[in-house]
């Protein structure tokens, strides 16, 4: 190279340097649904503007979406219902051009089962008679609940406008607030439907039944989890799936991140002047990371990351989480043992909920699909692992089984407004989303907590004064 040239690229050089100095490095730890919105809706905000950088401690995305194959058909593990009026993850579904599962090959009627016989069972495809048999077992209170709920969704609704107007808030009491909901999360839902009416009788079968299928625990929750819970029953809309499962939508959404790292666990976040230090054991060796922005999109409470003091007293504090037991199985049917024809197997309701005082050994049960020989595969959750002689009662044949055990939501009882986590972990750019959790988890709820976080990282980071130049390599450390 002439001698000539050197000064042209030390300058080209330099400019290289300047730009890449200036552009902030966001870490997003975790890549659920929250973790993912928080990427997407960033990476919306921002453009090339930013560097992001996914950890995941597993090895691919999905968090609570998590998917499978059984039986040689898809099944969603975690997070599977989508409810129709939630723009962020219906959106998502159209934007990765997701199609819905086919649901001709069951029926659908919702039954409660006790434990030894079918109480009551009502057909939502039918609307006007499921109505009618409703009113005619429960009074007037299905009428008191609908609008109660329609409100509810009314006013939940409201978080896309003003997320679209880019409103952000520092903590979910705030944003439940803004809503005018927040109420709603300290009063359980067995007290809060006492006050509207409602009858003992139904409280105890339909409304702990969504309860417990959608959260396994019963109506002591808060009220305004189980009024989110009963939209997506089928009062103000409903529900559906996705025919490959809905783990795809959190690996699209993270797909537009910079770097996925998996099987790399965080395990500390500490303040450094020129913004925060990730600590992470990654698959190879541990490592150091400089970021100017974190969002930990991840619950902190299962997580086990060391955080700085003042983060931690941000955390919340007093929040536990709710063991849930699935149990895949594909069999045939014991028909007796639901007291039912074994002649019009098919006719059996494709969901089953349960009272709390059920004797039954599982909280629900679904039929996923119905196969030419009348063998079915079944999705069953419980509160303590299902055993074979459960499984042998329920099944008088079985072809195949699969169990997972995960801590799958937080107990939603009411939990005092000082105990709540915050959206801000400090004064600067350290974030967090999961503490929306509080007041009800679904994939929905994740997302809204996710944008929210893109929302607060965009204004966080052009708070700074100035972008401090931060190492691009990894500083790779023997030990932490």
Not at 362 to 375: C, G, L, M, N, R
Not at 447 to 476: C, T, W, Y
Request: glycine share 8%; with cysteine.
């Amino acid at each position: 190279m002439e001698r000539a040239t050197w000064p042209r690229m030390a300058v080209l050089l330099w400019m290289l340097h300047v730009t890449q100095a200036a552009i902030p490095r966001v870490a997003v730890i975790g890549a659920g649904i929250s973790g993912g919105s928080a990427v997407h809706f960033l990476r919306n905000l921002l453009g090339d503007e930013v560097e992001i950088v996914v950890y995941e401690a597993s090895d691919q995305p999905g968090g609570r979406t998590l998917t499978r194959t059984f039986a040689n058909m898809t099944i969603d593990v975690g997070g599977t219902a989508i409810y129709s009026k939630n723009k962020y993850v219906s959106g998502f579904a159209k934007l990765f051009n997701l199609p819905p599962e086919d649901e001709n090959s069951t029926n659908d009627v919702i039954g409660i089962w006790d434990g030894s016989k079918i109480r009551i069972e009502l057909d939502t495809d039918s609307s006007w008679l499921a109505g009618a048999k409703a009113l005619l077992r429960y009074g007037l209170s299905p009428l008191r609940i609908i609008p109660a709920v329609r409100e509810t969704v009314k006013k939940f609704d409201r978080i896309y406008e003003l997320q679209d107007q880019n409103r952000s808030f520092s903590s979910p009491t705030e944003l439940l607030m803004a809503l005018g909901l927040f109420n709603l999360t300290q009063v359980s839902a067995y007290d809060y439907f006492s006050q509207l009416g409602v009858g003992d009788l139904f409280t105890k079968e339909l409304i702990d039944g969504a309860s417990r299928c959608n959260y396994n625990q019963a109506g002591n929750v808060n009220s305004f989890t189980d009024l989110i819970s009963l939209a997506g029953a089928g009062v103000a809309g409903h529900v559906f799936g996705l025919a490959n499962g809905t783990q795809d939508i959190s690996k699209g959404l993270v797909k537009v991140a910079n770097r996925l790292r998996l099987n790399d666990r965080v395990t500390e976040i500490y303040d450094a002047e020129s913004g925060y230090v990730v600590v992470s054991n990654g698959p190879a060796e541990p490592r150091k990371d400089h970021f100017d922005g974190v969002i930990v999109a991840t619950p902190l409470e299962m997580a086990g990351i060391k955080l700085p003091a003042e983060a931690q007293q941000r955390a919340g504090h007093g929040r536990e989480y709710q063991s849930t037991y699935v149990t895949f199985v594909h069999g045939q049917l014991n028909a007796s043992y639901f007291s039912h024809d074994p002649m019009k197997i098919r006719k059996l309701p494709a969901a089953l909920f349960t009272p709390e005082d059920s004797s039954s050994p599982f909280v629900s049960f679904s039929i996923h699909k119905v196969f030419a020989d009348d063998s079915v595969v079944v999705k069953l959750f419980s509160r303590m692992e299902l055993q074979d002689f459960d499984v042998k009662q329920i099944f008088v044949k079985v072809f195949e089984i699969f169990r997972w055990t995960w801590k799958a939501y937080p107990k939603l009882q009411p939990m005092s407004p000082e105990n709540w986590a915050s959206f801000r972990l400090d004064k600067r750019a350290l974030l967090y989303t999961s503490g929306l959790e509080t007041s009800a988890s679904a994939m929905e709820v994740a997302a809204i907590a996710g944008r929210n976080g893109a929302l607060l990282m965009k204004k966080a980071l052009a708070s700074r004064d100035e972008f401090h130049q931060v190492p691009l390599q990894s500083e790779i450390i023997g030990t932490i």
